[in-house]
């Protein structure tokens, strides 16, 4: 091979990388933001159920808002993005539930399984992303942030009564913001 030709194929992964940061290529995972703080939420909302969960189910208070959050991406009308590919909310619950079993160990709080399980592809390093109907993409992480922060207000509130808690469900006070990105 000529020098010329070596010095050109050694030369091309600085040319990719140069354009990928100054944005002359753009991947599915750059054209996504984070979620602004308490505004983007997961569709349709759900009811929360009156009591403690961890009450009934025996579960911790941490394993409870886990199970809660699995529980909001299975539920959800959302597009996930795992690695280019799309999948629906049920699929991508399975997956999370593989993921903390299998491959990520010491899970101890919701925030961890957020940032350790749910916010990016061990395989490749691309961030997980959610996907609206009217063409939004927000990070999975920082949508779940939002999602955790709400529930976590609404057990506040129940656990100070300053929710009426029926026998069968409370609807939740987080409302789906129309943010226009």
Sequence with gaps: ????LKFFLGFLPVLFITALVSG??????SRYSEAPTGEVFLSPRP?????????????????ERIRYLLERVAASDERFIRNGKTHNGKQTRQWLLYKKGHWVSGIETAEDFVTRVASFSQKTG???LVEYSDGRTYSLASVLKNEL?????QQSKMRAG????????VASTAVVASTSS
Excluded at 149 to 153: E, H, I, Y
Excluded at 162 to 169: E, K, L, P, W
């Design 1 to 4: 091979m000529s020098r010329v």
């Design 24 to 29: 002359c290529v753009h991947t599915r995972a």
């Design 47 to 63: 009811h929360v159920e009156a009591g403690s969960a961890s009450q009934t189910t025996g579960l911790t208070h941490q394993d």
């Design 126 to 128: 691309e961030p997980y």
């Design 149 to 153: 922060s709400a529930f976590d207000q």
């Design 162 to 169: 300053q929710v009426s808690i029926s026998s069968t469900a």
